[in-house]
């Protein structure tokens, strides 16, 4: 098993959907590659096209890929990649911010094609791995990755829908992972093939961690029945687990996690998490200086137990590389 460090690495706070542009998060990134390096984490850093302009992320990420101390991948917000179009949910920084898998085809064509060159162009290196904005990933999106060059996705995340959330106005809302499973699988397409590699995300408490068929049940039906939802809040809270540093996660989620992950055989193990986290007041998750503190302090300690559990670090397009089916 191989650990995936991947960084959405985008504008601050894209929670406060409108607000101005503005990239002072980067600025943060440093200490954290430091850490990092210290145990041999090779992050995969999925950048936005509002990244690409930033005179400080050109400077520092350049040196990493040069030094092969992490890799630039690609992440399409759609509301910050050119083209747009004069209509809600197509202009730039619309405060409505599409998925890219409701957007028209041609349309998530022409910007991942922008983005793409855009990040050549800024880091010297073309993209080969991807992430899509609030997951908006679909088959479409899948064959536009493959028709350029992409080897790798990581946008599906398993036992989850984000059809409740809204993008384009009139559009349907996000995509439905419910029936994702967490292994690796590939998209065959007519421009070739994509290897999706999914965030992890896992139940990891009985019955639902052993019946895979039995967790889609209830993650289908949870929001809609009394009694899941009283069986949620008194034994499946926090369910299904994602590998994600949130404040309320420990190193024993992380644990049990990785341990459920290892049953399942899983050949990587991905985490996410967004730049603006490493920046105090930038993301709802991170308020202040001592809560940045204590994401840097539970990184740590999951670096130190990828350690003792002989768990080395693959960038994405590594991963996509050596995988085997």
Known sequence: ??????????GDNQWDHGRELTVENIKFIPPFQDLCNRYSIKPTYLVTSEVCDDSFAKEIFKDYVLS??????????SWTTPPFADKDGFRFNDPTHAFASELPIDL??????????????SFGKRPLSFRSGRYGFNEGVARVLAANSYLVDSSVTPFTSWKIHKGIPSGNGGPNFLDSQP??????????SLLEIPVTILP???PLNNHSKLAQYYFKNV??????KVLRKVHFKRQPLWLRPHPWMN?????????????LNLPYIVMMFHSSELMPG????????????KLFDLLERLFILLQEKNITSYTLTEAAKNYQQ
Do not use: W
Not at 68 to 77: K, P, S, T, V, W
Not at 108 to 121: A, F, G, P, R
Not at 184 to 189: A, D, G, L, R, V
Not at 223 to 228: A, D, E, K, R
């Open 251 to 263: 190193i024993d989620l992380f644990d049990e996690l990785i341990t459920e992950a290892q049953k």
């Open 1 to 10: 098993m191989k650990f995936i460090l991947s960084i959405d690495t985008e």
């Open 223 to 228: 929001n809609g029945s009394l009694p899941l």
């Open 108 to 121: 998530v064509s022409q910007k991942i094609v922008n983005l793409t060159n855009q990040i050549e162009s």
């Open 68 to 77: 092969d101390r992490a890799e630039i991948g690609a992440h399409l917000h």
């Open 204 to 206: 990891t408490k009985f």
């Open 183 to 192: 292994q690796p699988y590939f998209y065959e397409t007519s421009n070739g």
């Open 282 to 293: 930038c993301s709802i998750y991170r308020k202040d200086k001592n809560a940045i503190e």
